[in-house]
């Protein structure tokens, strides 16, 4: 009898160490961008307001107007993009599942105890939205330094607004890392679709402030236009043929923006700025974007100009990076004449050197630091204001 209780209680202590089996989980798992035209009326425009010339600027480039619109003479060729900064996508390959030894049939097969301790579930996977996934599987298949992955990242959230073809309008916040009274920075790229440079510079920017973090309240809305950047070749206006920064509401549009168009660029179809002031929706979630979140300093990106643009009030930035301020005054319906002028909001404007080449890693970050350095210089009276 005690050896035949023996066998029984080897067998019972066998069959429970079967039963405590882990299931071990598996792991979830470019092209030189269309030319970009550098009309003469970009560079002389009607002035507003009266500006100084300084004598760090460095003048805008001079070009003879050309008797018939750029585009008509030698349309450019379909863009095959060459931005020097590629980061190619690295592969995730999903881990091997680990081989299971299936239970031998003769062994009993008994319930287990209750745990003794409760098991604390893992977090949840962070799961974006399908808008959300489809528009960083396009953003990353057209521009070089711009991954899937990379825009994976950051996590962007629907803002309440979709594009004309129904693209989704997104946003990243990044909080202050403290709780003081800080400024709030509205920072934004690829206004014009064709501007690849705009938008590819505002995702190294994120990573930065994910890393070093900042003391004010930023709001990044990195693409603008995603139908100008990504409905085939990619193009300045928006999927209405609207140029997005001359739609703006100014305070003159109706008395000036469509005159200006016919008599300034001879109604070039480039800087056609719409129906009415504010016609297009990505118009109209700028504005919402800019009455909800209520900026003390609205950054805008644009691309070819080599230059620093300024509109508005407060102390202008001599320079940013490698770009020093030369302002060019304000258009019907643009974005330094409804924020700067109207709203009365310090409006920046960089000016990139091209529109398809990346700065490099070096001038990304020395832009970045020269940015938040005026803004901490320029603080106190930014939240006043």
């Known amino acids: 009898m005690r050896q035949s209780g023996k066998a029984l209680l080897s067998l019972g ?22 030319a970009v035209e550098v009309a003469a009326e970009d560079i002389a425009p009607v002035q507003r307001v009266p500006v100084q010339p300084l004598e760090e600027s460095v003048p805008a480039p001079l070009i003879a107007p050309a008797a018939v619109p750029v585009e008509e003479i030698n349309p450019p060729a379909e863009p095959v993009d060459i931005e020097s900064l590629p980061e190619p996508e690295v592969a995730v ?18 319930a287990p105890p209750e ?12 799961v974006l939205p399908a808008l959300v996934e489809h528009l960083c599987q396009e953003i990353g298949g057209k521009l070089g330094s711009v991954s899937v ?30 709780g003081a009274p800080v400024s709030r920075i509205l920072i934004m790229g690829g206004i014009h679709g064709d501007e690849y440079s705009s938008i590819s510079i505002m995702f190294k920017w994120m990573d930065i402030l994910s890393q070093q973090g900042s003391s004010f309240h930023w709001r990044f809305l990195p693409v603008a236009n995603p139908d100008g950047l ?41 800087r056609f700025p719409g129906v009415a002031p504010a016609s297009e929706p990505e118009v109209q979630w700028v504005v919402e974007q800019i009455m909800e979140f209520d900026p003390q300093v609205i950054v805008s990106v644009h691309a070819p100009y ?23 005054g304000v258009y019907p319906g643009s974005l330094g004449n409804y924020g700067g002028v109207d709203l009365n909001i310090p409006v920046v404007t960089l ?35």
């Open 115 to 126: 745990p003794a301790v409760a098991v604390v579930p893992q977090p949840e996977e962070v």
């Open 13 to 34: 202590v066998c069959a429970i160490t079967l039963l405590g089996c882990q299931f071990l989980p598996m792991r979830d798992m470019g092209q030189v961008p269309p």
């Open 306 to 328: 080599d230059l620093l643009d300024f509109d508005g009030p407060a102390e202008a930035p001599q320079r940013i990076g490698q770009l020093y301020l030369n302002q060019l």
């Open 351 to 385: 000016e990139l050197p091209s529109a398809g080449i990346m700065p490099n890693r070096e001038n990304i970050q020395d832009m970045w630091d020269d940015l938040e350095t005026w803004l901490r210089i320029n603080s106190m009276s930014l939240t006043s204001n």
């Open 230 to 270: 990504l409905d085939g070749q990619a193009v300045r206006q928006n999927a209405n043929g609207v140029d997005l920064n001359r739609n703006f509401p100014s305070a003159d549009w109706h008395a000036s923006a469509t005159s200006y168009w016919k008599n300034h660029t001879g109604s070039n179809p480039r």
């Open 149 to 178: 992955q990379d825009c994976l990242r950051q996590q962007l959230q629907l803002a309440g607004g979709m594009s004309i073809n129904q693209r989704a309008l997104v946003k990243r916040d990044f909080p202050p890392q403290d």
């Open 93 to 110: 390959q999903a881990e091997p599942r680990p081989a299971i030894n299936p239970m031998p049939e003769s062994v009993a097969v008994l």
